[in-house]
C-alpha cells in the first residue's frame, strides 16, 4: 500500500503544462477537508447560510462523549473477541445511535451460526456486563442463527407504530416540499432516517436527486411528498444534526439524476512540493 496519493490516484492524468512535477499529499484526512454543494438542475447552487436554519444539536442518547472513550470501546472489543470480525461495525454502529443519525431502535444483526452456544451465552453475558445500555439475543432465521443487539431505550418503542406514506389528498396542487439539507459526516440514508422521524413519514417519502458521501460535509436538495407543507417545514427546521433550509413548494418531486452537478472544494494536507511548482499550478 502505498503512503502518499499521486494525482492518476483521482483521476488527473494529463497536463497544461508539460514540465511540471508532481504533487503529492493527503486528501480528506478530515471530513471538514471535503466540502460538496449539489448544483440543481435549475443550475441553483445548493446553500444553507446561519440564518436559513434553526436545527440544534441534542445531547446524545448513551451516556458517552460522541468520540466514544478508549476504555469503553476496549470493553466493547473484549465482548467481541468471539466475534472480532463485526466489532468495527458496531462502533460505529453504537456512534450513529449516540449522534441520532439513526433510530434508538435500530437493530444491530450478524450471522453466528459458526459460534457455539457456549460461546454464544459468553457473549450474551459480556455485553451485559460492558455494555449495559444494550441487549442482545440469538434468534433463528431461516435455519441460521443470528445475533441481535439493540439499544434497552429503544426496545419499548421497537412496536410502534411504523411510518406508512401519507395516502390523503393534498391540499396544494404544489404536494412536494423542496429543501437544501446540509449533513456533516453522515451517510444519506441515515439522514433521511432523522427526516422520516422528524415528520413520522415514510423514508420512501423522501426523495433526492442523488446520494453524497458520509466523509465530509454536504449540501444537497431533498423533496418529501406532504399533506401539510407549514407543518411538515416547521417538523423539519427542528431536526438536530442537519441544517435545512431554502424551502418551495413543488408540482414534482425529485427523481435521482435531477441535478447538473456538484460543486467540489477539497482540501490538501502534508502538501509537498517545490515553490516553483506550487505557482505553476496556480497560475495553470
Given at each position: 500500500m ?7 490516484d483521482v ?14 499529499g ?27 436554519t434553526?436545527a ?28 472480532n ?20 431502535y ?32 440469538t434468534?433463528?432465521?431461516n435455519?441460521?442463527?443470528i445475533?441481535?443487539i ?7 418503542k ?9 395516502k390523503?389528498?393534498?391540499k ?15 451517510e ?13 413519514k ?24 406532504t ?5 411538515t ?5 427542528s ?16 427523481k ?6 456538484n ?6 494536507r ?7 511548482t506550487?505557482k505553476?499550478?496556480?497560475i495553470?
Open positions: 502505498k503512503d502518499h496519493i499521486e494525482e492518476s483521476g488527473i492524468t494529463e497536463y497544461i503544462t508539460s514540465d511540471l512535477t508532481s504533487l503529492e493527503i486528501v480528506k484526512a478530515r471530513y471538514s477537508d471535503f466540502l460538496v454543494n449539489e448544483i440543481d438542475s435549475t443550475g441553483r447552487l445548493c446553500y444553507i447560510s446561519k440564518t436559513e434553526n440544534e444539536t441534542k445531547p446524545p442518547i448513551i451516556e458517552e462523549t460522541k468520540e466514544l472513550t478508549k476504555d469503553y470501546k476496549e470493553k466493547v472489543k473484549e465482548a467481541f473477541k468471539e466475534f470480525e463485526h466489532y468495527a461495525d458496531f462502533i460505529d454502529y453504537i456512534e450513529n445511535i449516540t449522534e441520532g443519525n439513526i433510530p434508538k435500530t437493530v444491530f444483526k450478524f450471522n453466528c451460526t459458526s459460534v457455539s452456544k457456549t460461546n454464544r451465552t459468553m457473549f450474551h453475558k459480556a455485553i451485559k456486563e460492558n455494555c449495559p445500555s444494550f441487549e442482545t439475543n434468534m433463528d432465521e435455519g441460521e442463527k445475533m441481535h439493540a439499544l434497552t431505550e429503544g426496545l419499548s421497537s412496536k410502534r407504530k411504523k411510518y406508512q406514506m401519507d390523503r389528498e393534498p396544494s396542487s404544489n404536494p412536494y416540499l423542496c429543501f437544501d439539507m446540509m449533513k456533516t459526516n453522515m444519506s440514508m441515515a439522514a433521511l432516517f432523522k427526516l422520516s422521524k422528524a415528520t413520522g415514510a423514508v420512501k417519502s423522501f426523495t433526492m436527486a442523488g446520494t453524497k458521501d458520509k466523509r465530509g460535509i454536504t449540501t444537497q436538495r431533498i423533496s418529501v411528498i399533506y401539510d407543507a407549514g407543518k417545514r416547521g417538523q423539519l427546521q431536526v438536530a444534526g442537519l441544517k435545512i433550509g431554502n424551502f418551495t413548494e413543488e408540482k414534482e418531486g425529485l435521482l439524476g435531477d441535478l447538473q452537478g460543486r467540489f472544494c477539497l482540501a490538501l502534508n502538501f509537498s512540493g517545490d515553490e516553483e506550487t505553476k499550478s496556480n495553470d
